[in-house]
């Protein structure tokens, strides 16, 4: 038998980090980075008061109606502020506001979903009661369903509420 050895050239290879294996190695053919609105949901003890919530009511109502995430995503924040410091300027917008949360909670992005849940357990916290109605009900049925969720973000934000 006879053995039969092949010289084998080593290929060599290029290591790249896990940044430069998508980057243009021309600086020219480089797109520049995405400018996308990046929206942390805040937990309770992070929202602060409102200085002057008066002034602030208009555009919150002018916010919930926007087709704009962020803006919604401003204006739940803004709610839950409402809700918690100065919820008898709430009480005429309650109806609209739980619309809107409920909504929002059926929305596929997970910082709006997110904020949407949290909203609802401070306006839960500030209402109780005076939340009875069709839309308290839906409310509920999406809280049981976003906590079987398996997004991790929606889905722990439920089961805390």
Known sequence: M?????????????????????????????????????????????????????SKFQSLIEGLDSKDWTKVCESLNDARRFALYHSSLLVPLLEKVTVVVVKSMKNPRSALCKTSIMASSDIFKAFGDQLLGSNSDALDSLLLLKASQDKKLVCEEADKT
């Open 2 to 54: 006879f053995r039969l050895r092949m010289a084998v050239k080593e290929k060599k290879v290029q290591r790249f980090s896990s940044n430069q294996r998508n980057i243009s190695p021309h600086p020219r053919l480089r797109e520049p980075p995405l400018n996308l609105p990046t929206i942390r949901p805040r937990t309770t003890p992070q929202i602060p008061t409102l200085p002057n919530p008066e």
